[in-house]
Nanobody, 117 residues
Framework: QVQLVESGGGLVQAGGSLRLSCAAS????????MGWYRQAPGKQRELVAG???????NFADSVKGRFTISRDNAKNTVYLQMNSLKPEDTAVYYC???????????WGQGTQVTVSS
């Protein structure tokens, strides 16, 4: 059974930091591109950051310079370090794994991040 389990969300003041983790099980983690997405109330889900199996990264313009994404293939875990948080970063953050070659993707259940002003 495939599971992606996010953790690390919470309430933080503007300017603060959080680190999200997504632990994967049931997949060959190193074969997957991993991504963090977020969805704010009334808005569409959007890509925040992604990291390929080879370690290449990409970020939404709104988070460049503030967020970093990393992965630990030995721990089957992807991280999102979020610094200088803003109220507009408030959303449910989701982890997604996409197989590098096959049309297979999995989502986590999401973790709430709330940034107070």
């Amino acid at each position: 059974q495939v599971q992606l389990v996010e953790s690390g969300g919470g309430l933080v003041q503007a300017g603060g930091s959080l680190r999200l983790s997504c632990a994967a099980s049931g997949i060959t983690f190193s074969f997957y591109t991993m991504g963090w997405y977020r969805q704010a109330p009334g808005k569409q889900r959007e890509l925040v950051a992604g990291i390929t199996s080879g370690g290449s990264t990409n970020f939404a313009d709104s988070v460049k310079g503030r967020f970093t994404i990393s992965r630990d293939n030995a721990k089957n875990t992807v991280y999102l370090q979020m610094n200088s948080l803003k109220p507009e970063d408030t959303a449910v953050y989701y982890c997604k794994g996409t197989h590098a070659l096959l049309s297979i993707e999995y989502w986590g259940q999401g973790t709430q991040v709330t940034v107070s002003s």
